[in-house]
């Protein structure tokens, strides 16, 4: 809703002046936006889901090269927060040992493999649990086909340590 108030005080209010307005800044950003996303870029950051999580790319930084892409590290000090979306998304465990439980079944991982959450339209339900280490992934999520599985998240438990 902002996008479409910022492009109409710009004088952009016809649909097809507005979408090419759109896609005039997606080209421009890919042109000129940030190719390396560094670590000292971006801060960690703290929720009910995660203790310490770190985006790299995500929908509010509009500095990269990159709109379609969500990526982003999970430092897990103990266990996520439970919740369910419709999956679709790849983490790449960067250290450490853990666990993810996925529809009420145990998978553990450690450093190097990959975890997919398979795209299901009932969804995904899913906690991660540190068994060792530094347990710590990398997620990928391509938001393309996140929005048109119409994913939504929705948390079933918080974090422990997570006072709101």
């Not at 997919?116 to 992934?137: E, M, R």
Request: hydrophobic share 40%; proline share 4%.
């Amino acid at each position: 809703m902002e996008k479409q108030r910022e492009l109409e005080e710009a004088g952009y209010s016809e649909p097809y002046a507005r979408a090419m307005a759109v896609l005039a800044e997606r080209d421009e950003r890919a042109r000129t936006g940030k190719v390396v996303i560094r670590q000292s870029d971006r801060e960690w950051l703290t929720d009910r889901m995660a203790a310490r999580c770190l985006y790299y790319l995500d929908h509010h930084y509009e500095d990269s090269a990159n709109v379609d892409w969500r990526v982003f590290c999970h430092d897990i000090v103990t266990q996520s927060g439970g919740h369910r979306h419709q999956g679709g998304l790849a983490l790449f465990v960067l250290e450490g040992r853990g666990a993810t439980i996925m529809d009420g079944v145990r998978y553990d991982w450690e450093a190097g493999d990959l975890v997919l959450l398979p795209v299901k339209p009932d969804q995904v339900d899913h906690q991660h649990i540190n068994l060792g280490g530094n347990a710590k992934w990398l997620a990928f999520i391509y938001s393309p086909m996140w929005q048109a599985v119409a994913s939504t998240m929705v948390p079933t438990k918080d974090r422990p340590g997570w006072d709101s």
